[in-house]
């Protein structure tokens, strides 16, 4: 019996095609499914053995925004190596970049097929960065010992950066090394990626009194969406926020 997880369905809303991570007996697949009908297999890895645990956390999937690129984070030799995969071509455009993180915990693409954003331990961090695939190069958008998961890329009419969860206490939070590793609750933080200067704004977005906010989105030209679980079961919520005249930043909750 084979166990199936990670399942990634295509963006594009046109196309039926997804890919899954299948584990069977030691050995690990990423299977491309075309039109429920045609399987093929992107990727494979392990030797047979029946006593064999699957990964917890890889092999990591991500689609490119028009649904034609898939990108795999694995993790093979003892290091975290990023494959591509171009689904109309049946080719591998990149296969074997050593990513130079500890560990990575989620991965998505930007508006274009050559950026990648990760959340990763770095230095024994968890941060977030911006990763260019054709040039190997890493912006790093946050550096502190909180936290910093769930990134996912945002255009508002008004704002363009990376919404994701954090566990710092509020946007200015203090970071040294003297700095205890805390409980926060998580909530849902916007970084700003339009200013290039070592101190990038970050806008609070949540203020949960209970619970936790995680796994924050876009949800339409206004809006972002956030999962809490604030009343002891996990919701979605939608809110939205608008800058006015001289830099105020107001969030709405509907």
Do not use: C
């Amino acid at each position: 019996r084979s166990d199936y997880s990670r399942f990634q369905p295509n963006p594009n809303p046109k196309n039926n095609t997804y890919v899954l991570v299948q584990f069977h007996n030691g050995v690990t697949k990423v299977v491309y499914q075309e039109n429920f009908l045609k399987q093929r297999v992107i990727w494979k890895s392990g030797i047979k053995n029946l006593e064999a645990v699957a990964h917890p956390q890889y092999p990591l999937l991500a689609w490119e925004p028009k649904g034609t690129e898939i990108a795999l984070v694995v993790w093979e030799k003892g290091q975290l190596l990023l494959h591509v995969y171009d689904v109309l071509q049946q080719t591998k455009i990149i296969e074997n970049q050593v990513l130079p993180f500890d560990q990575v915990n989620h991965l998505q693409y930007m508006l274009d097929d050559n950026t990648l954003i990760i959340s990763g331990v770095k230095g024994g961090q968890s941060d977030i960065f911006i990763y260019q695939l054709t040039e190997q190069k890493i912006t790093q958008l946050t550096n502190d010992v909180y936290d910093d998961i769930d990134p996912t890329f945002v255009a508002f009419p008004n704002r363009l950066g990376i919404i994701f969860a954090s566990n710092r206490p509020g946007p200015n939070a203090p970071n040294s090394d003297t700095v205890l590793p805390n409980r926060n609750r998580y909530n849902i933080f916007l970084a700003d990626i339009n200013n290039n200067s070592e101190f990038r704004q970050i806008t609070q977005l949540t203020n949960l009194k209970h619970g936790n906010a995680r796994y924050p989105s876009q949800y339409n030209m206004n809006h972002f969406t956030y999962v809490s679980d604030e009343n002891g079961i996990g919701n979605r919520w939608a809110g939205f926020f608008s800058t006015q005249t001289g830099g105020l930043d107001t969030v709405y909750f509907v």
